[in-house]
C-alpha cells in the first residue's frame, strides 16, 4: 500500500515537472521568434509616416500605424500644404535614432505594399506616431482598425484645438 502511495506521488510530480519543463519550452520558443523585438537602428526617413529599420540582417520598411502625414514623395500626387514641414520633423526625430517597433493585435502585419505596420517609440519611450498628431504633422489614419484610435483622435482634436502645425497653415 505504502509502495503505490510513493509511485503515485513520484507519477504527479513527474507529470509536474514535465508540465513545466514543456511551459518553459513553449515560452523559449516563443521569446526566440520574437527576439527581434527590441530596439532598431533607424536607416531611412522617406517621409513623415514611413521609415526604414535595420533589422535582422536585412532593412524593413515600416508604415507608423494610424497616422498620416501630408504627402511629400508619391510621384501620382503633388507636394501637399506642410508635407515638407512634416517630413523634416520625422527626419530630426527619427534620423540615425534607435527605435522600438511594436505591432497591434487589430491591425494586420504588413500593408498592401508590404511594410511593416507598426507603432514607432523612441528611445526615451515617446510614442512617436502619437507625438506627430500632437504637434499637428499628421491627422489620423482611421482607414484600418487599431487599438490606439481612440487616443489618437483626442491627440489631433487637440492639435487642431491648439491651432499647431498643418491646422494652423493647411486649413
Known amino acids: 500500500m505504502q509502495e503505490s502511495k510513493v509511485a503515485s506521488t513520484i507519477a504527479t510530480m513527474t507529470r509536474r ?3 513545466t519543463l514543456f511551459a518553459v519550452s513553449g515560452i523559449c520558443i ?13 536607416v531611412e526617413v522617406f517621409d513623415g509616416d514611413t521609415i526604414a529599420v535595420a533589422m535582422a540582417g536585412r532593412v524593413e520598411k515600416v508604415r507608423l500605424i494610424g497616422v498620416d502625414t501630408p504627402e511629400t514623395k508619391d510621384p501620382r500626387k503633388p507636394v501637399q500644404c ?3 514641414e512634416a517630413s523634416a520633423f520625422s ?3 527619427l534620423d540615425r535614432a534607435k527605435v522600438r517597433l ?6 494586420t502585419n504588413r500593408d498592401r505594399y508590404d ?9 526615451d519611450g515617446t510614442l512617436y506616431n502619437k507625438q506627430l ?3 499637428g504633422n499628421a491627422r489620423t489614419y482611421t482607414g484600418f482598425a487599431f487599438s ?3 487616443e489618437f483622435v483626442v491627440a489631433e482634436t487637440q492639435s487642431k484645438q491648439q491651432n499647431t502645425g498643418l491646422w494652423q497653415r493647411c486649413t
Open 148 to 150: 490606439k484610435s481612440q
Open 30 to 42: 516563443f521569446l526566440r521568434l520574437y527576439a527581434h523585438i527590441g530596439l532598431y537602428d533607424v
Open 102 to 107: 511594436v505591432s497591434d493585435p487589430l491591425s
Open 17 to 19: 515537472i514535465l508540465i
Open 133 to 135: 498628431l500632437s504637434t
Open 82 to 84: 506642410y508635407g515638407p
Open 91 to 93: 527626419h530630426s526625430k
Open 115 to 123: 511594410r511593416l505596420l507598426r507603432y514607432v517609440y523612441l528611445q
